[in-house]
C-alpha cells in the first residue's frame, strides 16, 4: 500500500465506493473519446478499389475486395461498374468489425428461441 492509499473500514466504504464510481465515470468518458478519435469523425473522403487496398490494414487482394462486396460484407456505393468506398463508412467497418464467438451466437439463438417459444402461448 502506498502512501497516498488508506486503509478501507467498513465506515469508509460508502465514501470509497463513491470515489470509485466518480473514477469510473472520468475513465468511460476518456475512453469514449478516445474510441471517437480513432474511429470517428475524420474528413471524409471516397476511396476507389486500390486506395482501399492501400488504406486498409491487411491490404487485402482486390479479388478479396470483390468477394466482400458481392457477399454485401463491406460498405460500398457502386457507380455503374465503378466501386467507390467511403472512408468513414470503412473506418465504421473496421471498427465494428468483431465476430461473435460460438459461444456468442449460440446464447443468442437459444434466447432467440425462448422468446419465441414464449410468444407462441
Not at 490494414?57 to 479479388?63: F, G, L
Not at 457502386?78 to 468513414?88: C, E, N, P, V
Request: aromatic share 6%.
Amino acid at each position: 500500500m502506498t502512501s497516498t492509499e488508506t486503509k478501507i473500514t467498513f465506515e469508509t466504504l460508502p465514501q470509497a465506493v463513491e470515489e470509485i464510481k466518480v473514477e469510473l465515470t472520468h475513465l468511460k468518458g476518456s475512453v469514449e473519446r478516445l474510441l471517437e478519435l480513432n474511429c470517428g469523425t475524420q474528413r471524409d473522403s471516397w476511396m476507389n478499389i486500390d486506395q482501399l487496398r492501400a488504406y486498409h490494414p491487411d491490404h487485402p487482394a482486390k479479388s478479396t475486395i470483390y468477394e466482400w462486396v458481392g457477399q454485401n460484407r463491406i460498405p460500398v456505393h457502386k457507380d455503374g461498374k465503378k466501386l467507390r468506398f467511403l472512408k468513414s463508412e470503412i473506418d465504421e467497418w473496421l471498427c465494428g468489425g468483431r465476430n461473435k464467438t460460438q459461444e456468442e451466437i449460440e446464447k443468442e439463438a437459444a434466447e432467440y428461441l425462448q422468446r419465441r417459444r414464449g410468444g407462441l402461448r
